[in-house]
């Protein structure tokens, strides 16, 4: 498995880039790999994640060093003062330039760990996505994509996206097109730094596997202009 890399830390928080295949904090049985909160312990001390990633999704994960930041970084996730952009790789063109999906979510029964579309008992659950760029590949299409949670429900990304009928490449539980991994990648996120209030960011691009590989440039672009912008990244193809 790949290793974690340390973006930014300080005396309150750890910023990763965290390689899909790792937990963000331990599992539930020992069979699991040992999480990104276990492997930073050994370097940072014991930390806290403010916030979660799929085992499968890559990309930028916050780990808090103290009660007092974990508390105020939580605090920054209600009030919705946290910024978060995703890139992901679908099987479909979407309909349109950009959207938002406001569909609840709530537990599938039947399948879990999946989430559902519930209009009844679902929680709110708002996206906002842009079509950056479509390829022809074999056997198909794939579309790159920026997204944006505007809320932060278990696999909403994925659910939302399947909903819309453009699961995610690599994504088995909700049906997307076969790839070795998951094409969902935390690209970038923006938050006010519990020491001083002041704003920081950090931005990485997608790991280099076959599922980015339609889109050979421009992916360094993108990670930084959907922190920039997010009414209208572009990419250089």
């Known amino acids: 498995m790949d290793e974690l890399r340390v973006v930014f830390s300080d005396d309150h928080v750890v910023v990763i880039d965290k390689p899909a295949g790792m937990p963000s904090v331990p599992a539930r049985t020992p069979l699991d790999p040992p999480s990104a909160a276990v492997r930073l312990a050994a370097r940072f001390g014991p930390v806290e994640a403010v916030h979660r990633l799929d085992r499968d999704t890559s990309g930028l994960l916050v780990m808090a060093r103290s009660p007092e930041a974990r508390a105020a970084l939580g605090r920054a996730f209600?009030?919705?003062?946290?910024?978060?952009?995703?890139?992901?790789?679908?099987?479909?063109?979407?309909?349109?330039?950009?959207?938002?999906?406001?569909?609840?979510?709530?537990?599938?029964?039947?399948?879990?760990p999946r989430q559902r579309i519930d209009p009844i008992e679902g929680r709110l659950a708002v996206t906002r996505w842009w079509q950056i760029a479509a390829r022809g590949v074999a056997g198909g299409e794939r579309t790159l994509v920026v997204l944006e949670p505007v809320t932060g429900r278990s696999h909403q990304l994925r659910a939302h996206l399947a909903w819309l009928g453009s699961p995610i490449v690599g994504d088995r539980l909700y049906g997307g097109p076969e790839a070795d991994r998951l094409a969902l990648h935390a690209a970038w996120i923006g938050f006010p730094r519990p020491a001083h209030g002041r704003?920081?960011?950090?931005?990485?691009?997608?790991?280099?596997?076959?599922?980015?590989?339609?889109?050979?440039?421009?992916?360094?672009?993108?990670?930084?202009?959907?922190?920039?912008?997010?009414?209208?990244?572009?990419?250089?193809q």
């Open 199 to 236: 704003w920081i960011s950090a931005s990485v691009p997608p790991p280099p596997e076959p599922a980015w590989a339609a889109f050979p440039s421009g992916l360094d672009q993108v990670c930084r202009s959907v922190g920039r912008s997010a009414d209208s990244p572009t990419c250089d």
């Open 78 to 112: 209600e009030r919705r003062s946290v910024a978060k952009r995703y890139l992901a790789v679908v099987g479909e063109r979407l309909p349109g330039d950009r959207g938002e999906i406001c569909q609840p979510l709530g537990p599938d029964p039947l399948a879990p």
